[in-house]
């Protein structure tokens, strides 16, 4: 892990600890296809229900579509195959709830490079 040299602040406009950061390949697939992106790691100390974030910038460079209300997230790899990747929403509904309950912390946020 890198030093990082900078602060981030949270959802309420808080300063959150950094701890360092890591560029590593990230392969996102379905059952049939796949695409590689490096991905930079920041990890950092925060309350979240969250265990990663996968912000705007890898969202971009993974060339994705996005469906918050359907859990999906839909792109091309570089053969041009379409992939989508789906979210049992029950499952993520009960995870979300038990989530709120606990006090927990989380440690990555990503950023692409």
Do not use: W
């Amino acid at each position: 892990m890198h030093s990082f040299n900078g602060v981030l602040v949270n959802f309420s406009e808080d300063p959150v600890e950094v701890r360092g950061y890591a560029d590593l390949q990230t392969t996102f697939s379905d059952e049939s296809a796949t695409k590689t992106i490096i991905v930079r790691y920041i990890v950092v100390k925060a309350p979240s229900s969250y265990n990663l974030l996968l912000g705007q910038p890898s969202l971009n460079f993974l060339e994705a579509i996005v469906s918050i209300t359907h859990l999906k997230v839909k792109f091309l790899t570089n053969e041009g195959e379409g992939v989508t990747l789906r979210v049992d929403q029950a499952i993520a509904r009960k995870c979300y709830k038990y989530s709120l309950k606990m006090h927990r912390y989380t440690y990555v946020i990503s950023l692409v490079i």
